[in-house]
């Protein structure tokens, strides 16, 4: 989640940039050091072209926090769900109106998420596109060789570039996390289309009990 000021980014690279001139270039050394200028990739990533998790319109960013939540709902519907297949007696309509109730009160915040994540895959999408173009225009100015590096061996350095990567890694990470809700929803909402029969039969049962006494 991309929550540093331009500030805190330049003290981040500065601490980073210093480290690494400290750090005495041995063999030994050398694995630090590739991480340190790995890091220093990123942050220019982040911080330059403005690459971050998608937001709702809320403004809640699409990440961990927010697949968390979405793993949450579906914990309990699973747990609703083995409740609903444990009731043996069929005919006790409150079971499956109460089961009723609470799995629509679960399915809702889940169809949220499910519109959320739809509407974050074109974001992502359009931000890897941005980054993409964005990335490719700088290794083209950026190239300090006699010969002008052409389009299609600058596309070629840019699937390399730590930028790209971030961008590219959000956008798989917000559809992993859509497929998940997507399936889990659509098999939540027909075992909702189950349960409110249940409740009808358990409904017209009683009713019928209730005509022949």
């Known amino acids: 989640m991309n929550i540093l000021t331009k500030i805190n980014y330049q003290y981040i690279l500065k601490a980073l940039n210093n480290a690494i001139k400290n750090i005495s270039d041995t063999e030994e050394n050398k694995r630090h050091i590739n ?24 403004g809640t ?26 009731v043996i007696d069929l005919h006790v309509v409150s079971i499956y109106d109460q089961i009723k ?19 974050a895959i074109d974001l992502a999408e359009e931000q890897r596109k941005r980054v993409y173009s964005i990335v490719l225009e700088k290794i083209v100015d950026e190239d300090s060789s006699d010969k002008k590096m052409s389009i299609a061996s600058a596309e070629k350095l840019i699937y ?38 249940s409740c009808a039969q358990a409904r017209d049962s009683a009713t019928r009990n209730n005509t022949s006494e």
């Not at 968390?68 to 609903?84: F, P, T």
Request: aromatic share 10%; glycine share 2%.
């Open 101 to 119: 109730k609470d799995w629509g009160a679960l399915l809702d915040p889940l169809s949220t998420y499910k519109s959320e994540l739809e509407n």
């Open 35 to 58: 991480m340190l200028n790995s890091c220093v990739s990123i942050i220019n990533a982040m911080s330059d072209d403005g690459i971050d998790y998608p937001k709702t319109i809320n």
């Open 160 to 197: 390399k570039d730590e930028r790209y990567k971030l961008a590219k890694n959000i956008e798989i990470f917000i559809s992993a996390v859509y497929s998940v809700v997507d399936i889990k929803y659509k098999l939540y909402e027909k075992i909702l289309h189950s349960i409110v029969q």
């Open 61 to 86: 960013s699409i990440n961990d926090d927010y697949y968390e939540k979405c793993k949450d709902i579906i914990g309990k519907l699973q747990q609703l769900h083995e409740r609903y297949a444990e």
